[in-house]
């Protein structure tokens, strides 16, 4: 591995500085137009961002999917206009300087903040502050281990990150550095954008942190340069490149560098600098040209940087032919998001298994089953928990670990590093040759959150597995019981939140949560036991419809119990004490709200009915009445749990067979009384 990736291009007639002052002005024209943005930080770090882009960052602008480019991620996301800029400036289709001009506007390309699958070029969406920093761990970490797998031949670059203060004082960092540091991700390089200042002000005002000696402590080789000084820069920068560790350059900056009244102030983070200033601006740094025009030299020399990278291209493409064996490619394989034949066989064998077995366990112990089996067909599963596997129970039989140099494993020790190991997961994603889960309590999803909602934003395949999803895992009280957890997560958009009612739900939960390319999934799993409540429907995932009716009566509905997870359980008992009373009872199990909301109008009313419904779930009731209407009841908690064993839990907060019957026999006959007031 060469010091320096590329070359510098000969052209006398173009200075570092004309090639900076380009990403400045496009970032400070796009600011004015738009009356909106963030021109200080581009400003700053547009000689680091120069120095990088083209002198070392491997891409080709004709294919920015390439699998073995460097990736870039722009954690400090406000910046946008830095990274549109240059997108723009080394040639990526459909980033034209009409989409520059639209910069914050609709439909444009050039949101305020990246998005992942929106603008050619960008890795991830960022904004957020320290979500890149924790991703770019997560792309580093794949880059390693599909190395490990496929080699240097296939599978050899960087992972850059630019990164703010506001990024490192984010607590998502620390566990990210810390993990980095762990497992040694000698190919991933942070440049700081140091310029000590902050929307309130000066960094002093809230932080003293010595940011060199927290990365060194993790870990991490450290240096402070001049990020004005392109040669410093390079030098750093080759450096990091030649080290085993990951890498933090902190690059001593000035925000809006040039503005005259502005630069290194909070007046030049977060708002157009203003016609004067602008003028002011361009007087100072010698640019003399129109809004939006950059000069052809300049761009000239900036397209070369951009196609550079076409001949590493060409050459990796010829290698990755010579990879493939009787028409297959092990590595392609693994890039390719579709899940393999055997896959379909190993996920129906064990349905037929767990339907013949009936076995009553927890339905995070049929989670690992799971685990096991699909562990053997699907070679990309990447596993791993935050620090609890053995209560997750996320570890497959055949899973090796994966440390410090050891990379050809496939389980992740992620540490009590819940968030970052979220945001690690969306990176591993992101980067593509694995599908990444990783496991902790479903209360703890309050620290995953933030990198959840990402995943749910950008559309990437990660798997949540979070158990001890209820009341129902007894003693260790209300801290770790989730009630309002369930309700949380539903609401946010395309994310399916799963919570199956038997082993062979949860199998299906699992399939449908592998099968959804463009959806991250949180499969909540139980610590108390269930019983299989329904037989083998060979071919057919149920849970794939998100609710289905699992028992009908003969004849017309009285009542329609609606319940997931474990209460499906308790709905059928206290179905059977309304049989008994000649209540004509059905009970549908809803597994996945968000997939039943997919389905037809028709389908949602055959399994609903038009009977009274009554809603169980051992959480709040959050958005049940969508599905209960105005004469349904619910059956749930009303506010935090407690301590004691779960059945006593149960029973306390009234959530049993003769509860739910009670309840559903009112509903019932209310709905006769109001029958007969219409009659008269």
């Known amino acids: 591995m060469n010091a320096l990736a590329f070359p510098s291009v000969a052209d006398p007639e173009v200075s570092h500085t004309e090639m900076a002052n380009a990403i400045r002005f496009l970032a400070i024209d796009a600011v004015e137009r738009a009356r909106s943005g963030h021109p200080g930080m581009p400003m700053g770090m547009a000689d680091v961002a120069t120095v990088l882009f083209s002198r070392f960052l491997k891409f080709d602008a004709a294919d920015p999917n390439w699998p073995d480019r460097d990736r870039f991620v722009l954690s400090a996301g406000h910046g946008s206009m830095l990274l549109y800029a240059l997108l723009h400036l080394t040639g990526h289709e459909g980033v034209t300087i009409e989409q520059l001009k639209a910069f914050r506007q609709w439909g444009s390309k050039t949101p305020g903040h990246p998005e992942y699958g929106h603008t050619p070029g960008v890795e991830t969406t960022t904004g957020p502050l320290g979500q890149g920093v924790a991703t770019a761990v997560g792309m580093a970490l794949a880059e390693r281990l599909m190395n490990a797998r496929f080699g240097d031949d296939l599978v050899d670059h960087f992972t850059y990150v630019i990164a703010g203060d506001g990024c490192l004082m984010e607590g998502v960092s620390h566990e990210a550095i810390s993990l980095a540091g762990h497992l040694g991700l000698g190919r991933l390089i942070v440049l700081f954008d140091d310029n000590q200042i902050s929307i309130d002000g000066a960094t002093s005002l809230s932080c003293s942190d010595d940011q060199l000696a927290r990365f060194k402590a993790s870990g991490w080789d450290v240096c402070r340069i001049d990020g004005h000084d392109p040669q410093a820069v390079e030098e750093a920068i080759a450096q990091a490149r030649a080290s085993a560790r990951p890498s933090l350059i902190a690059c001593r900056t000035v925000i809006g560098f040039g503005a005259p009244n502005r630069q290194g102030s909070e007046k030049a983070h977060g708002a157009p600098l203003g016609a004067e200033e602008v003028a002011a601006t361009r007087s100072a740094l010698g640019w003399s040209h129109e809004p939006f025009h950059v000069p052809a030299p300049v761009l000239a020399k900036w397209l070369s940087a951009g196609s550079r990278g076409g001949a590493a291209r060409r050459a990796w493409i010829a290698r990755s032919r010579h990879a493939c064996t009787n028409g297959r490619s092990p590595f392609h394989d693994a890039l390719n998001r579709k899940l393999p034949c055997s896959y379909s066989d190993a996920i129906e064998a064990l349905r037929v298994r767990l339907a013949d077995e009936r076995p009553n366990i927890a339905t995070r112990q049929a989670s690992q089953r799971v685990v096991d089996v699909i562990a053997q067909v699907l070679p990309n599963l990447l596993g791993g928990s935050a620090d609890l596997t053995h ?167 009285d009542v329609t119990l609606i319940a997931t997870g474990t209460e499906v359980s308790i709905a059928l008992e206290a179905a059977k004490l309304l049989m008994e009373r000649g209540i004509a009872t059905a009970v549908v199990s809803a597994p996945c709200f968000e997939l039943f909301r997919q389905q037809s109008r028709d389908y949602q009313l055959d399994v609903l009915g038009k009977a009274p419904r009554i809603g169980i779930e051992a959480a709040v009731e959050g958005d049940w009445a969508r599905w209960l209407g105005d004469t349904g009841e619910f059956v749930g908690m009303k506010g935090f749990g407690a301590s004691a064993p779960a059945e006593t839990l149960y029973r306390e907060f009234g959530i049993t067979p003769t509860a739910v019957a009670e309840v559903a026999k009112r509903a019932v006959e209310r709905a006769q009384h109001s029958r007969a007031m219409r009659a008269c």
């Open 391 to 557: 209560s997750n129970l996320t570890k497959a039989k055949s899973q090796t670990e994966i440390g410090p140099g050891r990379f050809g494993g496939s389980y992740v020790h992620y540490g009590v590093r819940e968030h970052g190991m979220a945001a690690a997961m969306n990176g591993i994603a992101l980067h593509g040759g694995f599908i990444p889960y990783g496991g902790t309590f479903l209360t703890f999803a309050d620290y995953s959150r933030p990198a959840i909602r990402l995943a749910a934003l950008m559309g990437v395949r990660v798997v949540h597995v979070m158990t001890h999803d209820s009341i129902g895992l007894g003693e260790d009280g209300p801290t770790h019981q989730p009630v309002e957890h369930l309700a949380a997560l539903r609401a946010i958009p395309n994310l399916l939140v799963f919570r199956p009612a038997d082993p062979i739900e949860t199998a299906e939960a699992w399939d449908c949560a592998l099968r959804s390319e463009t959806s991250p999934s949180v499969l909540c799993l139980s610590r108390q036991a269930v019983p299989v409540f329904r037989e083998h429907a060979a071919g057919v995932n149920r849970v794939a419809r998100g609710a289905y009716v699992a028992a009908e009566p003969m004849g017309s509905r």
